[in-house]
């Protein structure tokens, strides 16, 4: 039976990511961070697309020199259709579509957030059909019951912001630098994280909330600061252990629900907050004391990369779901 090769490009937001795959093996995953938006504190779109133009060339040439494939070996171009931004979508699927024209090749237009769930099957081990997987990202927040790799249902969702922009904007407010969840959770390691009790967003179903968090969060550093302003700085650590105590709690109590409502144990964490120490953790507790099995993807495999976009497109290509000439990105491409 032949072994498809799949070249995979990643660039729904501010990483350029190009992988090969071949018969669900990764032989090269290449990413390009770009290090301009961090004087801004955020994203800036218009920046993120030109960095992609920029960057994207390189990292398709390096991974198909690591792999040891030639143009000619690819048997399909894949790409992220969504969801992202716009701008950043649009650079690397014109050129996937171009590349795929070019070369006579099938195209496969991937959903950014299956890609995330589907980063499971890149290593050993992996988690058996059905699991329950708690994505976790800077844009996303979202429970996802996993079926099969083409079937998937959402039964939760932020309402408001994401659990990586609850860490990234909390971490502002406490002065630290850009993307602030990494320096959270560095800070975190070191703090009694029930110093400052918090209010978990309580949400019906199995739904998110943590914009009342960070307003939370707002008002007591500027209560606390009116009296002392060395507060931040004396209590930095205690403060940023208690922030992340309180998203994870927020995490866990909906996915320990949603598991015992719907009799599933095995559990998968997935998206770039899955990179998170404490979260980690946290979860391995909880699993230790429910008998879940749990699933977390490699480090390099959490944040975006084109190595789980080619997982999701070797799936698709094995059921023929290819994309036309016409496809466009979509920015808020859903699941289901």
């Known amino acids: 039976m032949h072994t498809p090769v799949i070249l995979a490009i990643e660039s729904s937001c501010d990483d350029t990511s190009a ?27 218009e920046l993120a697309s030109r960095a992609h133009q920029q960057h994207l060339i390189p990292v398709v040439q390096e991974a198909l020199r690591r792999a040891k494939v030639q143009k000619s070996d690819l048997d399909a171009i894949a790409f992220t259709q969504g969801p992202g931004l716009l701008g950043s979508l649009l650079v690397g699927g014109m050129f ?26 890149i290593r050993d081990p992996k988690p058996a059909f059905p699991f329950l997987c708690l994505t976790v990202s800077g844009g996303h927040t979202q429970l996802v019951i996993v079926r099969s790799a083409l079937d998937m249902q959402i039964i939760g969702q932020t309402i408001d912001d994401a659990a990586g922009e609850a860490f990234d904007k909390t971490a502002k407010l406490l002065g630290l630098p850009y993307p602030g969840g990494p320096h959270l959770d560095r800070q975190a390691r070191q703090g009694n994280s029930t110093r400052f009790p918090f209010p ?21 550093l500027r209560q606390q600061s009116a009296a002392d302003q060395d ?15 309180t998203i994870i709690q927020t995490l866990l109590r909906q996915l320990q629900r949603a598991a015992a409502d719907h009799g599933l144990t095995q559990v998968a964490l997935a998206g770039g907050v899955a990179a998170n120490s404490g979260l980690r953790e946290a979860l391995q507790n909880l699993a230790a004391e429910k008998g879940w099995q749990v699933f977390i993807p490699d480090f390099e495999f959490c944040t975006d990369n084109a190595a ?9 290509y094995e059921v023929g779901d290819f994309a036309t000439q016409f496809v466009s990105p979509d920015p808020r491409l859903k699941l289901t």
């Open 19 to 45: 992988a090969v795959m071949a018969g669900g093996e990764i032989l090269a995953n290449v990413v390009a961070t770009q290090q301009v938006h961090e004087q801004y504190g955020g994203v800036v779109p």
């Open 96 to 121: 996937a579509k171009t590349f795929a024209l070019a070369l006579g090749k099938p195209l496969i237009a991937v959903n950014h957030m299956r890609a995330h769930i589907l980063a499971h099957f």
């Open 200 to 220: 978990v967003g309580a949400m019906p179903g199995y739904d998110f909330s943590f914009s009342g968090l960070k307003t939370s969060v707002l008002y007591f």
């Open 231 to 245: 507060f931040i700085k004396n209590n930095l650590a205690d403060l940023c252990a208690s922030i992340q105590y």
């Open 308 to 316: 789980m976009v080619a997982m999701a497109g070797h799936f698709q």
